[in-house]
Nanobody, 124 residues
Framework: QVQLVESGGGLVQAGGSLRLSCAAS????????MGWFRQAPGKEREFVAA????????QYADSVKGRFTISRDNAKNMVYLQMNSLKPEDTAVYYC?????????????????WGQGTQVTVSS
């Protein structure tokens, strides 16, 4: 059974940085795609970034491009989201997700497994 556990959220001032981590277990993930999504209060869950586990291809939402970086450590089964130049509008619960397909995907409906989420709060 796939398990995804996020960590690294917290409170940060605007302009600051945070690094989120996602520990993946329960499968061999070489053929999987991974993603980060976020959900702000009263809003739908939205795509942030995606990465292919095998070759590390990446994709980003326009709102985070140039500020966020997704990466993975194959040996440790970890996926990371480095978030720089944070803005108050980045405040949300951030979720790690996995899909049983190596291709990049932006829709939450393309993902099969989800973590419990980690809160990120950016103060102005």
């Amino acid at each position: 059974q796939v398990q995804l556990v996020e960590s690294g959220g917290g409170l940060v001032q605007a302009g600051g940085s945070l690094r989120l981590s996602c520990a993946a277990s329960g499968r061999t993930f070489s053929s999987y795609g991974m993603g980060w999504f976020r959900q702000a209060p009263g809003k739908e869950r939205e795509f942030v970034a995606a990465i292919t586990w095998s070759i590390g291809s990446t994709q980003y939402a326009d709102s985070v491009k140039g500020r966020f970086t997704i990466s993975r450590d194959n040996a440790k089964n970890m996926v990371y989201l480095q978030m720089n130049s944070l803005k108050p509008e980045d405040t949300a619960v951030y979720y790690c997700a996995a899909r049983r397909n190596f291709a990049l995907a932006r829709s939450l409906y393309d993902y099969d497994y989800w973590g419990q989420g980690t809160q990120v709060t950016v103060s102005s």
